[in-house]
């Protein structure tokens, strides 16, 4: 893996009805903030992401780092990046990855 790749979160949803009607109270369920960047060096998990987000993008972040890309046959306009979520679904995250 000869490339790194820098991660950015993009969007952070926030489904309150659906926390209260579903999810147990916890005090940091997730501590992302917008515009929040890390770096993948040669695919590596960034120091300090969050282990759900990191399982949720690796696959497309190692797939980077080894010089791929173009996903689903031209899904991206830029064809060495993805846009991909986080699997909490009370409060996923769109997280932008780019070959750098």
């Avoid at 926390?19 to 992302?32: D, G, L, M, R, T």
């Avoid at 909490?88 to 990855?97: A, E, H, I, K, Y």
Wanted: aromatic share 12%; net charge negative; charged share 25%.
């Amino acid at each position: 893996m000869n490339h790194n790749v820098k991660i950015t979160a993009i969007r952070k949803a926030d489904y309150k009805d659906l926390q209260e009607k579903y999810e147990n109270p916890i005090a940091h369920a997730c501590e992302v903030q917008e515009g929040q960047t890390w770096l993948s060096v040669k695919g590596r998990k960034p120091d300090g992401m969050c282990e759900s987000a990191w399982e949720s993008m690796r696959y497309f972040v190692e797939e980077l780092a080894a010089g791929h890309g173009d996903f689903y046959d031209g899904w991206m306009r830029n064809p060495y990046s993805a846009m991909i979520s986080c699997n909490d679904g009370f409060r996923p995250v769109s997280f932008l990855l780019e070959r750098v």
